[in-house]
């Protein structure tokens, strides 16, 4: 799964500690979820999507491989 | 002191006594410790999903430690005393719920 965590961070003026401030998670956590090697969890995406004012599909977005089935 | 207990050993020409490897199991605790601590102390939910895959994955190493004593003592692959065997596999255990919690740490 791709997402534009770290591209709508800088756009909202956040630096990682302060973006993990707001969500209570420890900064290890933001730099796994924009280096995409961690996907959060639905709760942790949609505040992130709140605090970003998004939706959820703009940040994460799925890919191909995500897919068990092929479309 | 496992360090001088190990050399000593090798320079008797011996297998080293069984506290030997709890102490070497005590040392991978202490430095994993050292490692996981900052991280661990923050309860966020990428180390609980550190927890649950090392747990999950030295689970699944024990099960295979067991099926390797248990086979090697029943074709007499090993000859060693029980006492000596608990504390192999004791430290076995101990050192690797810590190192796979180290692995995941640095995977996620």
Redesign the interface.
Same mark, same amino acid.
Do not use: A, K
């Given at each position: 799964m791709k997402n534009n965590v770290a591209e709508y961070r800088k756009k909202m003026g956040y630096s990682q500690d302060k973006l993990a401030e707001k969500l209570?998670?420890?900064r %290890?956590?933001i730099i796994?979820i924009e280096k995409g090697?961690?996907n959060?969890?639905l709760s942790?995406a949609m505040i992130l999507a709140e605090l970003f004012k998004m939706n959820v599909e703009q940040i994460f977005i799925l890919e191909d491989k995500d897919y068990k089935h092929p479309k | 002191m496992a360090g001088f207990i190990g050399f000593t050993a090798i320079m008797a020409q011996s297998s080293p006594p069984g506290m030997f490897y709890m102490m070497i199991a005590m040392a991978v605790v202490t430095f994993s410790m050292a490692y996981l601590y900052p %991280?661990f102390i %923050?309860k966020?939910?990428?180390?609980k /999903?550190i927890r649950q895959k090392g747990i999950m994955a030295s689970f699944v190493a024990m099960i295979i430690y067991f099926i390797f004593f248990t086979t090697a003592l029943q074709f007499n692959w090993i000859d060693a005393p029980a006492y000596y065997l608990f504390q192999v596999f004791g430290a076995l255990m101990i050192s690797t719920v810590f190192i796979s919690f180290v692995i995941y740490a640095r /995977?996620?």
């Open positions: 209570g998670v420890s %290890q956590t796994s090697r961690y959060p969890s942790l | %991280q %923050q966020d939910e990428r180390m /999903l /995977l996620y």
